[in-house]
């Protein structure tokens, strides 16, 4: 019950936190609007904490951080998952083309993995872009997919299998 206890307090501080930092901080966009040609639609970026060495990361790396299988970036750096709340796209992308996942299967499978001991949390799931980006900037071992077109100063695009947003082969979009 103390570990509950101290999980929601912590959640709570990190909410607040993304609330004040994006109320006090208009930011004009990093990037502009990465378009994907084939539907005109946005790509999903792969972001982390700028003081995050990494710059480039396997799908299979992806996943298994998003699956709770890869939860340290190697240097001792615990790893941060972010993710958007149900019905968002980038929760889609999440879901459909990196887990495989329906959203019951994604609840379902988190829910034992905690109450198995396999992990310690769930990646946190928060209601707008906006929220990803101000905790990937207060964690340094946060990562998230984010639209492209929202990304701001203060994060880190990284490439997913050698691609960046946008590019021809770039996997999420």
């Known amino acids: 019950m103390k570990k ?8 709570a501080g990190l909410l607040l936190c993304a609330l004040v930092f994006s109320a006090s901080a ?4 990093r990037v502009a609007i990465v378009v994907n040609a084939e539907n005109q639609t946005s790509s999903i970026a792969v972001v982390v904490n700028p003081d995050n060495p990494i710059t480039s ?3 299979a790396d992806l996943r ?4 709770g299988e890869k939860q340290s970036w190697g240097n001792n750096l615990p790893v941060f998952p972010v993710v958007r709340a149900s019905g968002a ?6 879901l459909s083309q990196l887990l495989k996942m329906s959203e019951q299967e994604y609840k379902r499978y988190w829910l034992q993995k905690v109450y198995s001991g396999e992990s310690h949390q769930e990646p946190v799931a928060l209601f707008s872009n906006g929220m990803q980006l101000e905790a ?6 946060a990562i998230a997919l984010i639209n492209a077109q929202d990304v701001r100063e203060g ?6 299998d050698g691609y960046t947003p946008g ?6 979009k």
């Open 89 to 94: 796209r980038e929760r889609e992308v999440l």
């Open 155 to 160: 994060v880190k695009i990284i490439k997913v």
């Open 57 to 59: 990361i396997s799908a």
């Open 64 to 67: 298994r951080i998003f699956s």
């Open 26 to 29: 208009q930011q004009e966009p």
């Open 167 to 172: 590019t021809p082969g770039y996997s999420f």
């Open 4 to 11: 509950h206890c101290t999980y929601l307090i912590a959640i």
């Open 136 to 141: 990937v900037r207060a964690k340094k071992g």
